[in-house]
């Protein structure tokens, strides 16, 4: 059964900085990519960035490019989604997902997520 579980979630003051991680297992699962989606009070499930395991190339949405940043470790399966300058608007729930496979371009697999609170 594979699972992506995140962590590092919690209550930070506008301006700070917050690190989440999200690992696979078994580890013997791999993908082509894992990315990072977050979902806001009453708004729609949203795409923030994706990590490539091929070519550790990422992509970001506009509102978090140049705050946030998606790195990975393949020893340990693990992305991390460092944030800075973290904004009230970024208050959310974050899950992590993994796509296996080039194609089809699905996000296949799903983490729980992890609350992320912003106070002004």
């Known amino acids: 059964q594979v699972q992506l579980v995140e962590s590092g979630g919690g209550l930070v003051q506008a301006g700070g900085s917050l690190r989440l991680s999200c690992t696979a297992s078994p580890r013997t699962f791999s993908s082509y990519r894992m990315g990072w989606f977050r979902r806001a009070p009453r708004k729609e499930r949203e795409f923030v960035g994706h990590f490539t395991w091929s070519d550790g190339s990422t992509d970001y949405v506009n509102s978090v490019r140049g705050r946030f940043t998606i790195s990975g470790n393949n020893a340990k399966n693990t992305i991390y989604l460092q944030k800075n300058n973290l904004k009230p608007e970024d208050t959310a729930i974050y899950f992590c997902?993994?796509?296996?496979?080039?194609?089809?371009?699905?996000?296949?697999?799903w983490g729980q997520g992890t609350q992320v609170t912003v106070s002004s």
């Open positions: 997902a993994a796509r296996s496979r080039v194609v089809p371009a699905t996000w296949d697999r």
